[in-house]
């Protein structure tokens, strides 16, 4: 069990650019979450993946947001044309389905737009 | 929609003295709750899970319970060290009007712990 990763740790661009987030989940973990947090707030949820369904997107996730997880392993987070209100800490969770359903994050990406 | 709320915001104490941080949530329709500890600029580090069913859990000097009905949940940390300076957040795990339960967070209580 080595932990949820997360790639890169962290991401300087120039609005307008494309940026893509890598998380690898906990194997065997069947569930992945994608939240956004920015300074001096807790986290917000983003989306939800249960094996390779997505299976909830908050409104936060704009049109310019597209998250995947094919196969079920891995999940990327791309943002399209980048604004400056991007900028925040991308953290990455998963989790098995159980009773208890504890989340594990991984230590997140961080994304300064320029 | 759950609104979660930590008090205080910021606390600092000297090593040695026991410590209550104190989570409200307005939704009670939880499925659990989570309290977690960030380091600055760190990921979340899962310190305790409180089931719904549940009414306190222990780990090591920590100590959460749960008063569903209520919303409230507490986190007690005993004879606190200055490696516990960290930000706590309190989350419950709820649809919160969506399809799905995800986690809510609180904006967290800030502690430094002097020597």
């Known amino acids: 069990d080595t932990g949820v990763s997360q790639d890169p740790r962290h991401k300087i661009t120039k609005r307008g650019q494309n940026v893509t987030f890598r998380c690898d989940p906990i194997s065997e973990h069947n569930r992945l979450y994608w939240y956004r947090q920015t300074l001096g707030q807790g986290p917000e949820f983003l989306t939800y993946f249960q094996n390779e369904a997505q299976l909830e997107k908050s409104r936060l996730l704009s049109d310019r947001f597209s998250a995947e997880r094919p196969k079920g392993s891995f999940s990327t987070l791309e943002i399209q044309r980048t604004e400056q209100g991007d900028s925040a800490m991308y953290l990455c969770?998963?989790?098995?389905?159980?009773?208890?359903?504890?989340?594990?994050f991984g230590p997140g990406t961080r994304l300064t737009v320029l | 929609k759950q609104e979660v709320t930590q008090i205080p915001a910021a606390l600092s104490v000297p090593e040695g003295e026991n410590l209550v941080l104190n989570c409200s949530f307005t939704?009670?329709?939880?499925?659990?709750l989570q309290w977690f500890r960030q380091d600055p600029g760190k990921g979340l580090t899962s310190l305790l899970l409180?089931?719904?069913?549940?009414r306190e859990q222990t780990s090591g000097r920590l100590n959460a319970s749960l008063d569903k009905s209520s919303g409230r949940s507490t986190l007690y940390i005993a004879a606190s060290q200055p490696g516990d300076s960290a930000t706590y957040l309190c989350?419950?795990?709820?649809?919160?009007?969506?399809?799905?339960?995800?986690?809510?967070f609180g904006t967290g209580t800030l502690l430094a712990v002097q020597p």
């Open positions: 409180i089931q719904s069913s549940q």
């Open positions: 989350a419950p795990l709820g649809r919160d009007g969506g399809a799905t339960n995800k986690l809510i």
């Open positions: 939704d009670s329709a939880i499925y659990n």
């Open positions: 969770a998963s989790s098995i389905r159980t009773s208890v359903d504890t989340q594990y």
